[in-house]
């Protein structure tokens, strides 16, 4: 089957730096995105991991070890704009079709 | 450039009732799809298209769902007839089609709101 992991909820303070993980198992792989989505709004695409290794994108770094289903984002200097919800997708076959996970609700504390 | 457009942005309506939720995709991109939001089941794929050409359907709940793409740049969801447990947010995305491990991200339409009362 397909699973994709992700913690429900994280809180952090301003400035700081998150971790958010994400384990998957699917049935293929061919990449992994990251999406955020602040409440009541669209999700907007962060980062894309298909290789091994970190991928730095500003503030923002996205992490994949495919041997180990797991990818984490990782989010510095955290500003209270970051307050939002933070979505794990698998690209699992030829077509770009994504499995989402449920994502992670990040909120962010003065 | 103009984003995946959906129309209308929030309905509401008496069960029973027929719903079509419409989107118009970034030109030039050539996979469309759907999608719905709801607190319990987070974002599920209910259909999509490569080419205006169904590719998956196995996420459309039941019959009362169906969806066309008569071109490149148009795409209805259909619900008919409408029931309360239909209430979600409904999300049209589309993306081009890359070539092998290529970034082609999705892009999200901002979404119906619908209410089936």
């Known amino acids: 089957g397909q699973n994709i992991d992700q913690p429900t909820e994280m809180t952090a303070t301003e400035g700081a730096i998150v971790q958010i993980n994400c384990t998957y198992q699917?049935?293929?792989?061919?990449?992994l995105f990251w999406y955020q989505q602040h409440a009541g709004e669209a999700p907007t695409f962060l980062s894309y991991?298909?290789?091994?290794g970190l991928e730095e994108k500003g503030r923002f770094s996205s992490f994949l070890s495919r041997s180990k289903g797991y990818s984490y984002l990782l989010l510095k200097e955290l500003q209270m704009k970051d307050s939002a919800s933070y979505l794990c997708?698998?690209?699992?076959?030829?077509?770009?079709?994504?499995?989402f996970g449920a994502g992670t609700r990040l909120a962010v504390h003065p | 450039d103009a984003g995946v457009i959906q129309s209308p942005r929030h309905e509401v309506t008496e069960m029973g009732q027929e719903v079509t939720l419409r989107c118009k995709p970034i030109?030039?991109?050539?996979?469309l799809f759907w999608y719905r939001q709801t607190m319990m089941r987070g974002l599920e794929l209910l259909i999509y298209?490569?080419?205006?050409?169904?590719?998956?359907d196995s996420g459309m709940p039941e019959d009362r769902f169906s969806a066309k793409m008569p071109n490149a740049s148009f795409s209805t969801l259909k619900i008919q007839p409408s029931e309360p447990r239909d209430s979600a947010v409904y999300f049209c995305?589309?993306?081009?089609?890359?070539?092998?491990?290529?970034?082609?991200?999705?892009?999200f339409g901002d979404g119906t709101r619908l209410s089936i009362l």
């Open positions: 997708a698998v690209r699992s076959g030829g077509y770009n079709k994504l499995i």
């Open positions: 030109s030039g991109h050539d996979y």
């Open positions: 699917t049935s293929g792989f061919n990449g």
């Open positions: 298209f490569n080419n205006n050409v169904p590719i998956d």
């Open positions: 991991n298909v290789l091994d």
């Open positions: 995305a589309s993306s081009s089609q890359g070539a092998g491990y290529s970034n082609q991200p999705q892009h």
